[in-house]
C-alpha cells in the first residue's frame, strides 16, 4: 500500500492549487479510471502515452473517455457529466497524466488508490460534504446480517455504490454471485459510483439515475415494482416529501399501503418502498435515525401498520458519529418477510450504543469484534442482559421501537450518590404499581408565539425554565406577558400544589407551585402535574426526584441532540405509593431531619469560616481582611 499512498499523496499536493480536497471526487475519477483501463486494456488506441504525446491533452483525453465508453458498456454516458478538470492546465493535465502511467499499478492496486482517495475526500468533506456514503463498518455489519450469497441484491439509494460492492464481496468470498441493482438521486454520486463498481471488477451491476421515491426505475410492468431477494439502503435523514407528494399520494404501485408520515420526514416511505420491493423470502435493512422509532402522529399510524404485518425481525440502536457527516446515532431495522414460526409477532432488541472504537477525535467506527457479536446474537435469537432483549408485540410500549426501552442498563448516575444501579427483580415489581397517569390529571404548558408580547403589566406570568433553581420557583420574580389567544387558557393555568417537570434537557427540573395571587402559566418547557385527592405533592416530587424516579424518567426521554419528554410518555411512569397519611408522615419526620442537618450544616460552615479568621490572624494578615456578612 505504501506505492499507493505515495501516488494519492502526489496527486493531491499536485492538485491542490486548483481544488479543495472535498472537491477531488470527479477529477479522481475521471483519471484514475483511466489509469485502471490502461492497465487491462489490450486496445491500441487507448494509451495514456498517446495522450501525453498529443498537442492537445485535454481534447486527446475526451476521445479517449468515448473509446472507453463504448468498450464498457456499464459507463455509458458517465463522462460527460465529468468537466470539472476544465480549470486545469494543460500543464497540470501532463504531470497528472505523467504520475498515473509511471504508477505502473495492477488491477488490485488501481481499486486500492481509487478506495484510498476517496475515503480521504469524503472524511475531508465531512459535514458540509454534498455526497454522504454510508460507513464501511455499517455495510459489514449489515451485509453480515443478511447474508446475500445468491440470486439479487438492491439499493434504492445507492449513493457511490459502497453497500453494493460490500454485498458483491461477501457473495464471491462464499464462491458466489449477486446480481445488483441501484438506484440514485444525485448525478455526481451516481455518475461516481458507476466508475467504482468497474474499478472494482463488478460488471454484473445495474444502477439507475433517478428518484426512488417519485419514480422506481426497477419495474415488472406499469404498475408491478420489480422484488428482489436481498434490499439494503441507507437513506437521507431527515428529508421532506412536500416536492414528490403528489406522485407518491398517486403511487401506481401501492407502495404506500401502510400509510404517509407527516411530510417533513420520508424515512417510513423508504422502508415501505423496502418492503414492497421484496420476494416473499427477501430480507432487507433499513439505516435510520432514532426518531423514526418513536415520532408521533401520523408516523406513529404507519409504524403500527408495519408492526402489524410482522415483518420486523429487530431493531439495533448503533453508536452516535459512525458517519462523517453527522453525529447522531443511528439504528438498523431487519425485515424479514418470512420469519421464522416461533418468532412469530416478535422483534429482538439489540442495544449496541456503546459498542464502538474511536477512530480519530470525533469519528467511531464498529470492530469486526463488535459485528460478529451483533450477528451472532441476532441469528441465535439471543436475550443477554443489558445488551439484547425479545419483545412480543403485545408488549411494545405505544410501537415505540428504540431498543433503549427494553434493553436497559439498570443504573444511573446522580448528583447525589455517583452511579446508583437497581434490584431488577425490584424493578418488575413496578409492574404492578399505579402510575403518574392513573393518580393525576398530566397537562402541557403553554407555547409562547411571538404576538404573545411580554409587558410588565400584562395579565399572566409565566414560568419558564430560569425561573426553577434548587427545586423552588420565584412566584415573584416571572415575567408578565399578554396572551392575545387565550380561549384554552385555563388549560395551562397552575395551581398551589401542581408539580411541574422540566420536559427538554439532560437536566430535569422539578418544582412544586407555591401559593400565589393572580394568573400563572405553564410555558412549553415543562408539564404540569396535578394530583388526585389528597395525594401529597411533596411525597411524588421526592419520589421523582430520587434516584429511582431519576431513572424511571430517563427511560422515557427520547431524543440525541434534544432530549425531551413527552406527556404520553410521563404518564406510564409507576410510582411506589403508601396511605395518604404515611405519605405525610415521611414527608414530615424527613423535613424536621433535613432541617436540623441544614442548621448542623451552617454551624459548622461558621465554624470553619472563624478557624480560617484565626488562621489570618495567626499569619499577620487579619487586619487587613474586613469581612461583611
Avoid at 136 to 157: A, C, H, M, V, W
Avoid at 246 to 272: Q, T
Avoid at 347 to 375: C, G, S
Wanted: contains cysteine; glycine residues 6%.
Amino acid at each position: 500500500m505504501k506505492k499507493v499512498f505515495k501516488l494519492n499523496d502526489s496527486i493531491i499536493d499536485l492538485l491542490k492549487n486548483d481544488y479543495n480536497l472535498d472537491e477531488l471526487d470527479i477529477v479522481v475519477s475521471k483519471y484514475y479510471v483511466l489509469g485502471y483501463y490502461n492497465s487491462i486494456s489490450k486496445m491500441n488506441d487507448i494509451n495514456i502515452d498517446t495522450v501525453l504525446r498529443s498537442s492537445d491533452i485535454k481534447k486527446e483525453i475526451e476521445k479517449i473517455f468515448i473509446l472507453i465508453e463504448k468498450e464498457v458498456p456499464m459507463l455509458n454516458g458517465v463522462f460527460k457529466y465529468f468537466n470539472n478538470d476544465k480549470e486545469i492546465s494543460d500543464n497540470i493535465s501532463y504531470q497528472l497524466l505523467s504520475l498515473i502511467k509511471t504508477s505502473n499499478f495492477s488491477k488490485e492496486e488501481w481499486k486500492n488508490a481509487f478506495e484510498d482517495m476517496l475515503s480521504r475526500i469524503y472524511d475531508a468533506a465531512g459535514k458540509s460534504g454534498a455526497v454522504s456514503t454510508t460507513p464501511q463498518s455499517l455495510n459489514r455489519l449489515g451485509i453480515k446480517l443478511l447474508e446475500p450469497i445468491e440470486g439479487s441484491f438492491y439499493d434504492g439509494t445507492s449513493g457511490i455504490n459502497g453497500t453494493l460492492i460490500e454485498a458483491s464481496r461477501f457473495a464471491n468470498e462464499c464462491g458466489k454471485s449477486l446480481k445488483l441493482y441501484g438506484q440514485e438521486i444525485n448525478l455526481a454520486a451516481w455518475a461516481i459510483g458507476k466508475v467504482r463498481l468497474f474499478i472494482n471488477g463488478i460488471e454484473n451491476a445495474e444502477v439507475k439515475l433517478g428518484n426512488t421515491l417519485e419514480e422506481p426505475l426497477f419495474t415488472e410492468d406499469k404498475n408491478q415494482i420489480k422484488q428482489f431477494d436481498n434490499i439494503m439502503m441507507n437513506f437521507p435523514f431527515g428529508v421532506s416529501w412536500k416536492k414528490e407528494d403528489v406522485n407518491i399520494e398517486k403511487d401506481v404501485f401501492n407502495r404506500f399501503i401502510f400509510g404517509k408520515p407527516a411530510k417533513s420526514s420520508s424515512e417510513w416511505l423508504f422502508i415501505s418502498h423496502i418492503i414492497k420491493s421484496l420476494k416473499q423470502q427477501g430480507k432487507g435493512i433499513a439505516i435510520t435515525t432514532s426518531g423514526t422509532l418513536f415520532r408521533g402522529a401520523s408516523d406513529a399510524a404507519v409504524r403500527e401498520n408495519i408492526i402489524v404485518s410482522d415483518c420486523i425481525d429487530a431493531v439495533i440502536s448503533l453508536p452516535p458519529s459512525l458517519f462523517t457527516t453527522t453525529s447522531i446515532p443511528v439504528n438498523m431495522i431487519v425485515i424479514n418477510m418470512n420469519k421464522e414460526e416461533t418468532f412469530k409477532d416478535k422483534i429482538l432488541f439489540i442495544n449496541a450504543e456503546n459498542m464502538y472504537e474511536n477512530l480519530n477525535r470525533t469519528q467511531k467506527i464498529l470492530t469486526e469484534e463488535h459485528i460478529d457479536k451483533i450477528v451472532d446474537v441476532y441469528k441465535n435469537k439471543q436475550e443477554i442482559e443489558e445488551f439484547s432483549a425479545i419483545v412480543h408485540r403485545k408488549d411494545l410500549e405505544e410501537n415505540n421501537l428504540l431498543p433503549s426501552r427494553y434493553v436497559v442498563k439498570p443504573e444511573i448516575d446522580t448528583e447525589d450518590f455517583g452511579k446508583v444501579r437497581f434490584n431488577k427483580e425490584e424493578l418488575t415489581k413496578l409492574k404492578k404499581c399505579k402510575t403518574l397517569g392513573d393518580i393525576s390529571k398530566i397537562f402541557r404548558g403553554i407555547n409562547v408565539i411571538s404576538e404573545n408580547t411580554q409587558d410588565e403589566n400584562g395579565e399572566y406570568k409565566i414560568i419558564n425554565l430560569a425561573d426553577v433553581k434548587d427545586g423552588k420557583l420565584d412566584m415573584d420574580s416571572l415575567a408578565k406577558y399578554n396572551i392575545k389567544n387565550n380561549a384554552r387558557i385555563e388549560a395551562y393555568t397552575v395551581q398551589e400544589g401542581d408539580i411541574i417537570i422540566s420536559n427538554r434537557g439532560i437536566t430535569t427540573k422539578i418544582c412544586i407551585i407555591p401559593e400565589h395571587n393572580g394568573k400563572v402559566l405553564l410555558s412549553q418547557n415543562f408539564i404540569g402535574i396535578r394530583l388526585n385527592g389528597n395525594i401529597s405533592s411533596e411525597y411524588v416530587k421526592e419520589f421523582l426526584e430520587s434516584p429511582l424516579g431519576q431513572f424511571l424518567i430517563s427511560s422515557k426521554q427520547v431524543g440525541t441532540s434534544i432530549i425531551t419528554l413527552n406527556p404520553k410518555d410521563l404518564k406510564q411512569i409507576p410510582i411506589i405509593l403508601v396511605s395518604v397519611e404515611k405519605q405525610l408522615t415521611i414527608i414530615k419526620d424527613y423535613k424536621e431531619q433535613e432541617a436540623k442537618v441544614r442548621s448542623e450544616i451552617d454551624k459548622l460552615q461558621d465554624k470553619l469560616k472563624e478557624i480560617k479568621l484565626n488562621l489570618y490572624d495567626d499569619m499577620g494578615i487579619g487586619e487587613s481582611l474586613m469581612v461583611t456578612k
